[in-house]
C-alpha cells in the first residue's frame, strides 16, 4: 500500500524537482504568483510539496537522485520565484504510477479551485481515455456529483477558439451552457460566441437568445409558425442588426429587437427615423405600437450572473440538455 516515507519532511533543492508530467493545470496567473512569491520569501513554504523519488545511474557509473512532482506546483513556481533553493517535501513511495500522479494534481487542484473549466475538462477526459475511468468513479475520487463530471466533461464539446476564451477568463464558464446548447448549430453557435464578447452578454442575456433559437427550432420542426413570419424575423434582424423575434398572436402580435446599450438604442432610433420618411406617419404608428424593445444594461465585461444557489444547483444538473430550456 502506498504511503508517505515515514511520513518525515525532507528539504528538497528546487533545482532537483522535475515537473509533473501529468499536472492537468495549464494556465497560471502570474499575478496570484508573485503574490505567492512574496508571501515565501517572507513566511516561508507553509505547506510541504509531495514528490516521488528516483535513482538514476550516472554517466560515469554513479547513483544520483531525481525528484518528480506530484502535488505543488504552484508552490514550486512561486518558490522559484521568491528565489527559494529548497522547499519541504513529502517523499511519497509505493504505487508510483501514471495514475497516481495525476489522480492527486487533479484531485489537489478541484480541492483548490484552482483548476479552470477547460483544463479540469481535460483531466477528466485523461482520467477517463488513458485509465477507463467511469463518470461515477471520477465523482467519487473528487467529491462531486456525477452530473458535476458529465457537465464538465460536457464543454470540450465546444470549438477550440471557444475553449480558449474559458480557460482565458474572456468568458465565463457559465456561458458555456447557452453556446452548448447550440452545437447542433454550429453558425449560430459562432454568432452567439461573438455576441458575449462584442456586446458584453451576461450568462442569462446569452441563455435568453439560445432559449429563443432553441423556440424558434421547435416551431420549425414542428410546422406550427408561419414560414411568412420567420422570413420578416429575419429580414428586420437583418435590416436592424440585431436580433428580432415576432409572436404571433390570435390579433396581430409583438415584435422584440434587442438592443445592449445606449448606442444601439440610438442607432435603432436613428435607423428607424431614416425608414420612417419612406412611409406615412400612419404606418409608422402602426409598426411602433407593435414595437416592444427588450433594454438591457451594458456590464463592464461578459460576467456569469447567476447566484451563487444557482451556481450550486446547475453543477448537480444535466444542464446542457434541451429539455431544460422552456419551448
Keep these: 500500500m502506498s504511503h508517505f516515507h515515514q511520513d518525515s519532511i525532507f528539504w528538497i533543492d528546487v533545482d532537483k524537482i522535475k515537473p ?27 505547506q510541504a510539496l509531495v514528490v516521488t523519488r528516483t535513482e538514476v545511474t550516472k554517466p560515469d557509473g554513479g547513483l544520483t537522485t531525481e525528484y518528480e512532482l506530484i502535488a505543488g506546483e ?91 476564451a474559458v480557460s482565458s477568463g474572456i468568458i465565463s464558464e457559465g456561458h458555456t451552457r447557452p453556446l452548448l446548447m447550440l ?14 464578447i462584442a456586446k458584453k452578454l451576461t450568462v442569462r442575456d446569452a441563455e ?13 420542426k414542428n410546422a406550427i409558425f408561419d414560414q411568412d413570419m420567420l422570413d420578416i424575423e429575419k429580414q428586420l434582424a437583418d435590416t436592424l442588426g440585431t436580433r428580432v423575434h415576432i409572436e404571433k398572436r390570435e390579433s396581430g402580435g409583438k415584435i422584440t429587437i434587442d438592443f445592449f446599450s445606449k448606442d444601439d438604442l440610438q442607432n435603432l432610433l436613428e435607423m428607424v427615423n431614416r425608414q420612417s420618411t419612406q412611409t406615412s406617419s400612419a404606418d409608422h404608428r402602426a409598426v411602433a405600437a407593435d414595437a416592444v424593445a427588450t433594454a438591457q444594461t451594458e456590464p463592464v465585461k461578459p460576467e456569469d450572473d447567476r447566484t451563487p444557489a444557482e451556481v450550486k444547483q446547475e453543477e448537480n444538473e444535466e444542464i446542457y440538455s434541451i429539455k431544460n430550456f422552456s419551448v
Design 208 to 220: 435568453r437568445i439560445a432559449r429563443h433559437i432553441a423556440v424558434e427550432r421547435a416551431h420549425k
Design 20 to 46: 509533473n508530467p501529468f499536472q492537468p493545470r495549464r494556465e497560471f496567473d502570474q499575478a496570484a504568483l508573485q503574490a505567492l512569491a512574496d508571501s515565501i520569501r517572507q513566511y516561508g513554504v507553509l
Design 183 to 196: 452545437a447542433s448549430r454550429p453558425a449560430e453557435q459562432e454568432t452567439l460566441f461573438k455576441e458575449i
Design 74 to 164: 504552484r508552490r514550486l513556481r512561486a518558490s522559484r520565484l521568491a528565489g527559494v533553493r529548497e522547499v519541504p517535501c513529502l517523499i511519497k513511495v509505493g504505487e508510483e504510477n501514471d495514475l497516481l500522479k495525476l489522480e492527486l494534481a487533479i484531485i489537489e487542484n478541484v480541492q483548490r479551485e484552482d483548476l479552470n473549466a477547460v483544463d479540469r475538462a481535460r483531466a477528466f477526459r485523461r482520467l477517463a481515455d488513458e485509465f477507463g475511468f467511469k463518470q461515477m468513479h471520477i465523482a467519487e475520487k473528487i467529491g462531486k456529483s456525477r452530473e458535476y463530471v458529465a457537465n464538465t466533461l460536457r464543454i470540450l464539446d465546444l470549438p477550440e477558439e471557444m475553449l480558449t
